[in-house]
């Protein structure tokens, strides 16, 4: 993504890898955008780049969702005293 490549240019040398760093920098980002230009940065996007962004937010969001309902944790102990 073209947007990506000119974020790393701009703040390649201040950034240390480090996964806060790179919250820090997109989340001031999309911040200061609002929808019409959300859909530009989108609407310059391969199918490839969409599906992807798209795949990610449904799978972050569903695990989100798995954790706050506590789907797959038994919430009582087997009764052998198992937890699985």
């Known amino acids: 993504m073209k947007f990506i490549d000119q974020l790393y240019e701009l703040y390649k ?12 920098v997109v989340s001031g980002i999309l911040s ?18 969409i599906y992807q962004m798209i795949g990610s937010y449904m799978v972050e969001k569903l695990r989100v969702k798995l954790i706050e309902n506590g789907a797959g944790v038994p919430s009582e102990p087997l009764p052998d005293g198992r937890i699985h």
């Open 13 to 24: 040398n201040q950034l240390t890898g480090d996964e806060e760093d790179v919250l820090l």
């Open 32 to 49: 200061e955008l609002n929808r019409d230009e959300l859909l530009a940065l989108m609407n310059d996007m391969t199918y490839e780049e």
